[in-house]
């Protein structure tokens, strides 16, 4: 338990990391080259999951079914599909990344290949992972936060407002944590085994995992992408501000939830159906309040942005707290869909969640095009909180018939 709760204090110590360094870049830069740095981020937060596409699950799920194979066997099989998958995602990223202007297109391929990094290494700790080794995985979460507190101090102590050379610095150093340390001893196990054909046909089938959480990324970062080509560098670099807002808001939802609740939660079920309803029931009432307490905080703080400490923000943004007030409808109906879609994760309806995922992509994709066409940043505001209410209203709908099949 001291381990496991080690591990996640790193987590979050890692993911503050990223955080403080957009507060930062948005601190330091100008408004005009911070809209390509969110740009940026939003290219990395999708690359990562196209990258690593189901590969965790899969390999977890094909450890389970091999006891008797070692691990690191396992480990080096896969290693040469996902690094023929990534080289393939890395080139669909780059043609795509030829719509947009050449600002644009220059933070993109900076944190394309940030996103590969961290792909990598989330990779080189699967292992860990299974293995339930929490102190490497809390020493490898603090060795690669280290170059991104470091670049966060050299940025602050900088006095230009062109930062881009920092974000190059911060690839190299990200480099030395991975060979040094979550490359260790891995370096001949990677390349020792040649391709199987069956693991590949067996991965596969675990392309649902990949799809599920690759298209909820889409459509949480799809303003991101629509506004740079809809709107102007103000409105991209404002929206991003909002982003970060969230990112501070669904922090530690992601960490306890899929770190400390769905584990319980799986393993409730596997033992007794009708105490894994009475606790999904409890979540469902604690998910809601958080949701309604955060709803209230992100209204409040939009209705009292004109208090002095507030004054710099709304002088350099002053489209963000109007913009605040839109996204707290979806602040909450993310709290109360993330039990449910966690249900349909444990009950195995992988393929349900995916085909609600593929409808409110295409809507969310429709309805955000033409919100930001006709109002811009507002639109853009509307159209995430109606992403999000369109999602749980999915859920919902399918919710009394997956609990009637448990029961």
């Known amino acids: 338990m001291k381990m496991k709760l080690l591990f996640i204090a790193s987590r979050i110590f890692f993911l503050a990391s990223i955080v403080l360094l957009q507060l930062t870049l948005a601190y330091k830069m100008n408004v005009i080259e911070f809209a390509y740095v969110t740009f ?53 990223f780059i043609v795509f990344l030829q719509f947009y202007e050449k600002f644009y297109i220059l933070y993109g391929f900076i944190f394309l290949f940030i996103s590969l990094l961290f792909s990598l290494r ?107 080509l809809l709107a102007n560098e103000e409105i991209v670099a404002t929206f991003g501000i909002i982003f970060i807002y969230l990112g501070i808001v669904y922090i530690l939802l992601n960490i306890v939830f899929n770190q400390i609740i ?21 979540y469902k ?39 605040i007030a839109y996204v707290s409808f979806g602040i909450l109906a993310r709290y109360i869909a993330t039990i449910y879609s966690g249900n349909m994760n444990v009950i195995g309806q992988i393929s349900l969640k995916v085909k609600i995922q593929v409808f409110v992509t295409i809507i969310s994709f429709i309805s955000t095009y033409f919100l930001i066409s006709i109002y811009s940043f507002i639109g853009a505001c509307i159209a995430y ?19 009637a099949k448990k029961t």
């Not at 290219?43 to 079914?65: D, K, T, V």
């Not at 030395?176 to 990677?190: A, C, E, F, N, Q």
């Not at 769905?262 to 409890?282: A, D, G, W």
């Not at 909180?385 to 609990?403: D, V």
């Open 40 to 92: 940026g981020f939003a290219i990395l937060s999708i690359a990562m999951i196209a990258y690593a596409f189901g590969f965790n699950q899969f390999l977890m799920y094909q450890f389970s079914r091999e006891k008797e194979t070692l691990l690191e066997d396992l480990f080096s099989r896969l290693f040469k599909i996902y690094s023929f998958h990534n080289i393939i995602v890395s080139i669909l």
């Open 122 to 228: 989330d990779y080189l700790n699967i292992p860990n992972i299974i293995e339930k080794n929490y102190k490497k995985i809390a020493i490898s979460n603090v060795l690669f936060s280290l170059p991104i507190y470091v670049t966060i101090m050299l940025i602050l102590l900088s006095e230009t407002t062109s930062l881009k050379y920092f974000l190059g610095l911060l690839i190299i150093l990200l480099l030395i944590p991975i060979l040094s340390y979550d490359m260790k001893d891995k370096y001949g196990v990677l390349f020792q085994k040649t391709v199987d054909k069956n693991i590949f046909q067996e991965y596969k089938k675990t392309f649902s995992f990949g799809i599920s959480v690759f298209l909820f990324t889409i459509y949480y970062q799809l303003s991101n992408i629509l506004l740079p």
């Open 262 to 282: 769905l584990p319980n939660l799986y393993r409730i079920y596997k033992e007794n159906n009708v105490m894994y309803l009475n606790t999904l029931n409890k």
């Open 285 to 323: 009432i604690i998910f809601t309040l958080c949701g309604l307490f955060l709803f209230s905080f992100t209204l409040l703080l939009s209705y009292y942005s004109n208090i002095s400490i507030l004054n710099f923000i709304n002088t350099k943004y002053p489209l963000l707290f109007e913009g």
């Open 385 to 403: 909180s109606g992403t999000e209410i369109i999602l749980l209203m999915g859920y919902l709908l399918f919710q009394g018939e997956l609990n």
